[in-house]
């Protein structure tokens, strides 16, 4: 079974830049979308190509945005806020926008409910749950600039609340005899291996001390294994992000933030994980690279 993660920084975008292309190459039974940033009104048709599609848009208009598409229709879908379910070719129907369920969500999270950055689906044609995940990207804290400050604080509790629903939700697949697969861009780089310039950016967003504590927390044999890592074990990288700027592309100075990480039964079958990083420049579709992992299922 192909899955993959994928940031397209905005399908409409990714779409004029090959997303179709690479959908129909890489022929993936699953595909986890971050930052569809599309109101489902504006959705172009087709975007999604064959796929039944699980979709949290969020109610930030041009931001976030996760989605789930699979080759079948899932056994059951879930968010925190509003979503949508659509059949291959089918276009957004707002009078059957489905709700979120809340009930059991830790308060840390309550905040970030509808805006666009977990939903989770029950594979039917494999013992999976498989998650898609947007996390916050956080800003650099500067002492002299409180709206920076308040932002890293709100990525602290965010991290904090995910941390308890994740330990829960897996204990509870567990019980049910279901693998779990989380992947996304968690806007955070875990070791100093995944970031090529890791000495001069120890204080900013995304590798900072208390990020990667948090990493090492949700990370173990016994729970989740970063699968990624597990099969490039002696690499720097391979990264998955490099900013639009500069040369960092061309320089191959990357991020590894977007991440597979599975239950140590679902980490052991998977095969290959490989970065699809663009040839070129020219030809990005992002300003990420999709993460697709093989899994003997």
């Not at 109610?59 to 806020?81: I, K, Y």
């Not at 949700?218 to 970063?226: K, R």
Request: contains cysteine; aromatic residues 8%; hydrophobic residues 40%.
């Amino acid at each position: 079974m192909r899955i993959a993660s994928f940031n397209v920084n905005g399908i409409r975008a990714a779409l004029k830049r090959g997303f179709s292309d690479w959908m129909e190459t890489r022929d993936c039974d699953v595909i986890g979308l971050q930052e569809v940033r599309c109101r489902p009104a504006d959705l172009p048709e087709g975007a999604f190509g064959d796929r039944h599609v699980s979709w949290a848009p969020g109610s930030l208009a041009g931001r976030n945005g996760v989605a789930l598409l699979t080759r079948t229709a899932p056994a059951e879908v879930r968010s925190w806020g509003t979503h949508l379910v659509m059949t291959p070719g089918e276009t957004p129907n707002l009078d059957e926008v489905r709700t979120g369920i809340t009930d059991r969500l830790p308060a840390e999270l309550l905040p970030f409910a509808d805006e666009g950055r977990y939903i989770e689906v029950d594979l039917a044609d494999a013992p999976v749950t498989v998650a898609c995940l947007y996390l916050p990207k956080g800003a650099t804290p500067d002492p002299k600039d409180e709206k920076s400050i308040a932002k890293q604080d709100r990525k602290m509790t965010f991290l904090a609340g995910f941390r308890e629903y994740l330990a829960t939700r897996r204990q509870e697949c567990a019980a049910q005899g279901r693998h779990v697969l989380l992947m996304g861009d968690f806007n955070i780089a875990h070791e100093n291996a995944d970031l090529k310039n890791w000495k001069s950016n120890q204080r900013n967003e995304g590798f900072l001390p208390e990020e990667r504590q948090w990493f090492d927390t949700i990370l173990s044999p016994e729970t989740l294994v970063d699968v990624v890592r597990a099969q490039h074990p002696d690499v720097n990288g391979p990264y998955s992000w490099w900013s639009w700027r500069g040369k960092a592309f061309v320089n191959d100075a990357g991020w590894r933030i977007d991440y597979h990480l599975a239950s140590p039964e679902l980490a052991r079958k998977a095969v290959t994980a490989e970065i699809d990083r663009d040839p070129s420049y020219a030809e990005r579709t992002s300003d990420h690279a999709a993460v697709v992992v093989d899994y003997d299922l």
